[in-house]
């Protein structure tokens, strides 16, 4: 009895080591936002974009990742058209453009105003002199942490200058 009991605590002793041993899988900025409903929308678009793969990738990259509640301030029907395969090249640009390379956190903007490029090729502006904004859209949860980089929740949809309007 004392030789099993012996076994039984050596064994439950051992687990938490041999658990440690096993790395966890890498959550991607694009694992993260999935994990999250709030991103289902901009996930979506992400994927129908062909963009999971370079966000799956090394980066590091800043994501400024719209909630599904700033998808509900845009019209229904402008939604959809981005998601129109026959319209990928709006929804990649679309895509691109909230996305910064390199790893940005809000610390590293706090008291500055700053232009940056995204990955689309054209520039936004952060403005961190209080709170953050980004091209005026306010950035509703900050730091959000993925292996390859971090995301920013922001409050409505970043629109590239040549589609502001014209939807």
């Given at each position: 009895m004392h030789s099993i009991r012996s076994k039984?605590?050596?064994?439950?002793?051992?687990?938490?080591?041999?658990?440690?041993a096993v790395p966890a899988k890498a959550a991607s900025i694009v694992d993260t936002a999935a994990a999250d409903p709030q991103f289902s929308i901009f996930v979506k678009m992400i994927r129908a974009a062909g963009m999971e793969e370079t966000l799956n990738g090394k980066?590091?990259?800043?994501?400024?990742?719209?909630?599904?509640?700033a998808f509900?301030?845009?019209p229904k029907k402008e939604v959809d058209l981005f998601l129109n395969p026959a319209k990928k090249e709006h929804l990649v640009r679309l895509v691109k453009y909230h996305i910064v390379p390199g790893k940005v956190m809000s610390s590293d903007l706090s008291g500055k105003k700053t232009d940056t490029k995204t990955v689309e090729g054209t520039m936004m502006m952060i403005d961190a002199m209080?709170?953050?904004m980004v091209n005026g859209t306010k950035v509703a949860k900050a730091d959000i942490i993925a292996d390859n980089g971090v995301?920013?929740?922001?409050?409505?949809?970043?629109?590239?200058?040549?589609?502001?309007?014209?939807?």
């Open positions: 039984i605590l050596a064994a439950a002793l051992a687990l938490p080591f041999a658990l440690a980066g590091p990259f800043t994501l400024f990742a719209p909630s599904d509640a509900a301030k845009w209080s709170g953050v995301i920013h929740m922001i409050d409505k949809p970043l629109r590239p200058e040549v589609y502001r309007g014209s939807f």
